[in-house]
C-alpha cells in the first residue's frame, strides 16, 4: 500500500510538474532523467524539424529540451532573440563552443576583449573598397569557371553534383580573396578536394604565406592586408593570431555560401516558374555584372533570401548564460545554460511569416518590386545585433553574380526522385548532394 502511494505521488509529481512546464510555454515531452534523449533519437536525421514542430506549438516559441542534466532552452521569437543576441549581450557567450584546436583564438570563437578586437580589424577590412573590387572580380571569374565546367557537360544528360560544384568556386574564391592564391579546385578533371583536406592545406598555407608577406605590400587579399595591420599594441599580428583569423573566415564564408546556392537551386527546380520570372530580370545585366549592377538585382536577392529562410545554412546557433536571466517570456535561465535560436524553425514559422510559411515565395520580400529587408531579429540567418555575420553583403554578392550567371545561360534540371535531405552536422548541407543536368539555353 505503502509503496503504491510513494508511486502514485510520484506519477502526482511528474504529470504536474508537465503541466506547470506548459503553462511557462515550455512544451516538449521528457522522461525523467532521460529528458527528450529518446525522442531526439527518434528523430535524429531531422532534429531541426523536430524542433519546428515544439516550437511551432509552443504559444512563445520557446522549447526547453534536456539530457540528464544538460539543459537547452529553444527560442524563436524575435524579441527573445533580440534579448540574447543584444540588450543581454554580454550575458549570452560563445565560451568556446567550437573546436579551439581549429579554431584558436579566431573571431568565431572568441568573447570578450579579445572578440572585440577582431570585429573591429576585420570591420575595417570588410568595409575597404579595394576588397570589395577584389571579391567581385574573384567571385565573377570563379562563375564563370563554374559556367565553363557546366559547358563541357551540358547537353549530354550527364549528371553532377551541383553542390560539390559551389563548395568547389567557394573555396577557389575564397583562396584568391583570402590568400591570394588559387587552389583549382573547380579545374575540369575535378580533383579530389574534400574540404577536411583542403581546410589543413590552407591552414597550412596561411602559415607558409605569412613568411613571405613583407614582400607583398602591393597585395589585396585578406591575408596580405591582415598582414599590414597591427594590434592594440602597435605590434605585426602574431603568426598564431593570422592563421586563427584566415581560418574562421574560410569556415565561416566558405560552406555557407556554397550551400545556400545548393538549396537555391533545389528551390527553383520545385518552383520553375520562380526561374521563368528571374530570366526576364536578368538578362538585361548579364554582362555587366558590377558591384552596383548586382546592387540592382531585387527579385534574386528576394529570391536567395527566400532560400536562407527556409534553409539557413547555419540551422541553430547556442550562446551561454553568464548569469541567471530571465528571458522576455518569463523563462527561467540559469548561469551556464544554454539558449539557442534555431534559425531553421523560425523561418518556418507561421507565427512569423504568416500561414503561407511553409510556401518558396519571394515575393514576400519586394514591395513595388524593391528588396524589402526584414528584421535581422526575424530573418536570424546571418544572426544579429553586435555579432550579425560580417559575410553577409560579400555572400550576397558572390550568390547573386553566380545564380545571375547560371540561370542565364542554363537550365538546370535537378534528377527526380532523389532523396534531398539535410543532414545534420554544424552547416545544413544537402546529404547526399544534388545531383542535376545542365542544358544551355
Ligand atoms: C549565406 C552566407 C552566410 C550566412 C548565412 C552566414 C551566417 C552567419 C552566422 C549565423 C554567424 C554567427 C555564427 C556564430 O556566432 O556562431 C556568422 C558569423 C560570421 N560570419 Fe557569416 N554567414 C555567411 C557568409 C559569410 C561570409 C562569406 C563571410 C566572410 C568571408 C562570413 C564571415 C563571418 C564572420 C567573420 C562571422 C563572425 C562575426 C562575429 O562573431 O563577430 N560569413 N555568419
Known amino acids: 500500500m505503502k509503496l503504491r502511494s510513494i508511486a502514485g505521488m510520484c506519477v502526482f509529481v ?44 509552443s504559444p512563445t516559441g520557446t522549447v526547453e529540451v534536456s539530457i540528464g542534466t544538460l539543459r537547452a532552452i529553444m527560442v524563436g521569437r524575435p524579441d527573445i532573440v533580440e534579448h540574447i543576441l543584444k540588450t543581454r549581450f554580454n550575458n549570452y557567450i560563445k565560451a568556446r563552443a567550437m573546436s579551439h584546436e581549429i579554431l584558436g583564438t579566431g573571431i568565431l570563437n572568441a568573447d570578450g576583449d579579445v572578440w572585440k578586437q577582431h ?23 570563379l562563375a564563370l569557371r563554374l559556367l565553363t565546367f557546366l559547358d563541357t557537360v551540358a547537353d549530354s544528360h550527364k549528371q553532377v553534383d551541383i553542390q560539390d560544384l559551389f563548395l568547389r568556386m567557394t573555396m577557389d574564391a575564397f583562396c584568391k580573396i583570402g590568400f591570394g592564391v588559387d587552389q583549382h579546385t573547380l579545374s575540369p578533371d575535378l580533383p579530389e578536394a574534400k574540404f577536411a583536406n583542403a581546410f589543413d592545406k590552407l591552414a597550412e598555407l596561411s602559415i607558409q604565406l605569412s613568411n613571405r608577406s613583407v614582400l607583398n605590400n602591393d597585395k589585396h587579399d585578406l591575408l596580405s592586408r591582415f598582414l599590414s595591420s597591427k594590434d592594440q599594441n602597435g605590434e605585426p599580428l602574431s603568426d598564431k593570431v593570422l592563421r586563427d583569423a584566415t581560418v574562421n573566415f574560410l569556415l565561416a564564408g566558405r560552406d555557407t555560401t556554397a550551400l ?7 528551390l527553383l527546380s520545385c518552383n520553375p516558374e520562380v526561374a521563368q520570372k528571374g530570366t526576364r530580370n536578368f538578362s538585361n545585366f548579364a554582362n555587366s555584372l558590377t558591384f552596383d549592377a548586382l546592387g540592382k538585382l531585387h527579385y534574386i536577392h528576394a529570391t536567395l533570401s527566400e532560400s536562407l529562410r527556409l534553409y539557413p545554412p547555419i540551422p541553430w546557433d547556442g550562446k551561454f548564460a553568464v ?3 530571465v528571458l522576455p ?71 547573386k553574380m553566380t545564380a545571375a550567371l547560371l540561370i542565364r545561360f542554363f537550365r538546370i534540371q535537378v534528377v527526380p526522385n532523389q532523396d534531398v535531405a539535410y543532414r545534420v552536422s554544424l552547416v545544413l548541407a544537402i546529404r547526399d548532394g544534388l545531383q542535376v543536368t545542365v542544358q544551355r539555353r
Not at 531541426?48 to 514542430?53: H, I, K, N, Q, T
Not at 580589424?121 to 571569374?141: D, G, M, P
Not at 520580400?365 to 528588396?371: M, S, T
Open 14 to 57: 511528474y504529470l504536474w510538474r508537465d503541466r506547470w512546464r506548459q503553462r511557462n510555454q515550455l512544451v516538449s515531452k521528457t522522461w525523467p532523467y532521460f529528458g527528450n534523449l529518446f525522442e531526439m533519437r527518434t528523430n535524429a536525421a531531422r532534429l531541426y524539424d523536430w524542433v519546428y514542430e515544439y516550437m511551432s506549438k
Open 323 to 325: 548569469d541567471d536571466d
Open 329 to 399: 517570456d518569463g523563462t527561467i535561465v540559469k548561469r551556464g545554460e544554454v539558449v539557442v535560436y534555431v534559425q531553421y524553425a523560425m523561418g518556418r514559422m507561421e507565427l512569423l511569416w504568416g500561414p503561407d510559411a511553409s510556401q518558396f515565395r519571394p515575393e514576400r520580400w519586394l514591395k513595388d518590386n524593391v528588396y524589402q529587408p526584414e528584421s535581422p531579429f526575424k530573418f536570424s540567418a546571418f544572426q544579429a545585433g553586435p555579432r550579425i555575420c560580417l559575410g553577409k553583403d560579400t555572400a550576397y554578392l558572390q550568390m
Open 119 to 141: 570585429r573591429k580589424l576585420a570591420s575595417y577590412e570588410f568595409s575597404s573598397i579595394k576588397l570589395r573590387e577584389v571579391s567581385t572580380e574573384a567571385y565573377r571569374e
Open 260 to 266: 545556400t546556392l545548393g538549396w537555391f537551386m533545389y
